[in-house]
């Protein structure tokens, strides 16, 4: 290596480079997948398996979970472990996870399926998290002097696989059986998640990791915790990922919604999004070039800040929303791995640690704000709902529930009689219990309560109950557009985080212009 880091054999050891590079950037296909796929089954997995929506909710967050094991309690181990180790780490949680995924279909009927196809889920996602701890520094030790470029064309393979995920599980769905096989079958689609799994591993595992740029320097592993934890703008970096994660992870929940009520199909709005994030970091190189990090970050928090108040205020014209989605994708886009090369370029010191945290405390500020935003989307539900047809559907359900609970309780413990009912006693009186609660404060009130009434609906539409079909459709034709309402005047205030956030990097950007412009600092 010359003093720059790079490799000095530029016609074998820059090869080697690309194809360390090429293979942990296809890495990012298996959480993609993994997350789209498993998402688009879980309707499967349900029917299939007798799973109340709790079940299925807590498989499709499993991976979250396994991923959060591995950034919050394997990454700060990482200069200890080493890059490599890290890569194959993520490597066995794939493979065991999805195989342990598709065993559970052989432990159909049998109680312990649900434990099967959850801690299936969180292998996947312990890959997931493994490989984002090996990757983001890897990149930076593969590209010490054009760091945050090389952050936003690593990243840029997660939308992409969004994209070939989503495509892929949506033609196999239509395609359904394709002679004696059922395409379209959750096994099928979970299966296809092994192809870029080995596809990475093939060209990982062959070639010589480099160190990280600590490790490399000498730094002792106590000395980058100390300084990680003791150095403001460390800090500071963090907590304003926390905040454009907030921005990312909270708004997706709902934007996808607002395109389709406007007659947008889901797949194109999954293309129209993150194809967009995609080619976005692919072609980062130009906007690193001629705005510098800082830039970048303050024209993406405006962007973003822009685009939300274009959702909270366009109701309908796809036209429109399909630019503030532009808008909205074209902010976001640059947030996580700018960051990441901010942190990387400007703290190096902080190491894999520093960029481990910064994931790791980000996701969790994510969750946080999808949490909140819901809550404030639930606020203003009521504005927006009709209270008749409301009324009407909650006190349907109030009439006939007792009597499918009924049944439910009578087919406890009786496999064939619970997959012929197609539900379970659970799930029928969370309904129940649900509606009862809503109706209940409505009478004593005389007004909805926002919460109530929204998980009342949402647990009747979730139930999926054949024998109801028609009650459920009144339910979405109930909840859909308060749920809209809702969901843009949570934007409202989302936004100001948005223009807090491009305050913040205008300062810096200015900062950095009266010394001389944008320095990468580098590790003697």
């Given at each position: 290596m010359n003093k720059h880091g790079d490799y000095v054999d530029m016609n074998k050891d820059d090869i080697e480079?690309?194809?360390?590079?090429?293979?942990?950037?296809?890495?990012?296909?298996?959480?993609?997948?993994?997350?789209?796929?498993?998402?688009?089954?879980?309707?499967?997995?349900?029917?299939?398996?007798?799973?109340?929506?709790?079940?299925?909710?807590?498989?499709?967050?499993?991976?979250?979970?396994?991923?959060?094991?591995?950034?919050?309690?394997?990454?700060?181990?990482?200069?200890?472990?080493?890059?490599?180790?890290?890569?194959?780490?993520?490597?066995?949680?794939?493979?065991?996870?999805?195989?342990?995924?598709?065993?559970?279909?052989?432990?159909?009927?049998?109680?312990?399926?649900?434990?099967?196809?959850?801690?299936?889920a969180i292998g996947m996602g312990v890959g997931n998290g493994m490989i984002e701890v090996a990757g983001n520094p890897l990149t930076a030790a593969l590209y010490p002097d054009n760091k945050t470029t090389k952050m936003n064309h690593f990243h840029s393979f997660y939308p992409a696989g969004l994209v070939v995920g989503g495509l892929l599980g949506w033609v196999m769905t239509q395609i359904g059986d394709l002679g004696a096989i059922n395409v379209g079958h959750w096994t099928a689609q979970i299966a296809i998640v092994y192809i870029p799994i080995l596809i990475y591993g093939w060209l990982l595992f062959p070639r010589k990791f480099p160190k990280t740029e600590t490790a490399e320097a000498g730094i002792p592993t106590s000395e980058i915790f100390k300084y990680t934890f003791t150095t403001l703008p460390v800090l500071g970096i963090i907590f304003l990922t926390i905040l454009t994660l907030a921005m990312e992870m909270g708004p997706m929940r709902w934007i996808p919604d607002v395109l389709q009520s406007a007659g947008l199909h889901g797949i194109l709005v999954l293309v129209w999004i993150s194809g967009l994030m995609f080619?976005?970091?692919?072609?980062?190189?130009?906007?690193?070039?001629?705005?510098?990090?800082?830039?970048?970050?303050?024209?993406?928090?405006?962007?973003?800040?822009?685009?939300?108040?274009?959702?909270?205020?366009?109701?309908?014209?796809?036209?429109?929303?399909?630019?503030?989605?532009?808008?909205?994708?074209?902010?976001?886009?640059?947030?996580?791995?700018?960051?990441?090369?901010?942190?990387?370029?400007?703290?190096?010191?902080?190491?894999?640690?520093?960029?481990?945290?910064?994931?790791?405390?980000?996701?969790?500020?994510?969750?946080?704000?999808?949490?909140?935003?819901?809550?404030?989307?639930?606020?203003?539900?009521?504005?927006?709902l009709d209270e008749q047809a409301t009324v009407q559907v909650l006190e349907q359900v109030e009439q006939e529930f007792p009597e499918y609970v009924e049944m439910a309780e009578e087919a406890a413990g009786n496999t064939e009689a619970l997959a012929a009912l197609g539900y379970r006693e659970a799930e029928v009186r969370n309904v129940l219990?649900?509606?009862?609660?809503?109706?209940?404060?409505?009478?004593?009130?005389?007004?909805?309560?926002?919460?109530?009434?929204?998980?009342?609906?949402?647990?009747?539409?979730?139930?999926?109950?054949?024998?109801?079909?028609?009650?459920?459709?009144?339910?979405?034709?109930?909840?859909?557009?308060?749920?809209?309402?809702?969901?843009?005047?949570?934007?409202?205030?989302?936004?100001?985080l948005a223009f807090f956030t491009g305050i913040v990097f205008i300062i810096w950007f200015i900062r950095d212009k009266r010394r001389g412009g944008y320095k990468i600092q580098t590790l003697e």
């Open positions: 480079r690309k194809k360390l590079f090429a293979g942990i950037c296809l890495a990012l296909f298996p959480t993609a997948f993994s997350f789209i796929l498993v998402s688009n089954i879980l309707g499967q997995l349900k029917n299939e398996f007798i799973l109340t929506n709790a079940d299925v909710g807590y498989i499709g967050g499993a991976a979250l979970w396994g991923m959060s094991i591995s950034l919050l309690v394997i990454g700060p181990l990482l200069e200890k472990i080493g890059l490599k180790k890290a890569a194959i780490g993520a490597f066995i949680g794939h493979i065991s996870g999805v195989t342990l995924f598709l065993i559970g279909y052989f432990f159909q009927g049998d109680p312990s399926a649900f434990w099967i196809l959850f801690l299936g080619l976005l970091r692919l072609y980062a190189e130009p906007f690193v070039e001629k705005l510098t990090p800082p830039g970048m970050l303050l024209v993406a928090s405006f962007l973003t800040g822009f685009g939300l108040l274009m959702f909270a205020f366009i109701e309908t014209g796809i036209v429109l929303l399909m630019l503030a989605g532009a808008m909205y994708a074209a902010g976001i886009a640059f947030f996580v791995p700018t960051m990441l090369g901010l942190m990387s370029e400007q703290f190096p010191k902080a190491g894999s640690l520093g960029i481990v945290l910064l994931l790791g405390m980000g996701f969790f500020g994510g969750g946080v704000a999808n949490a909140v935003i819901g809550e404030i989307a639930d606020s203003y539900l009521p504005d927006a219990e649900r509606s009862e609660e809503a109706l209940s404060h409505y009478q004593e009130n005389g007004e909805f309560a926002g919460n109530l009434t929204g998980n009342a609906l949402r647990a009747l539409i979730d139930s999926g109950l054949e024998q109801e079909q028609e009650l459920i459709d009144q339910a979405n034709t109930v909840l859909a557009p308060a749920d809209n309402y809702g969901g843009r005047m949570a934007f409202l205030w989302v936004s100001p």
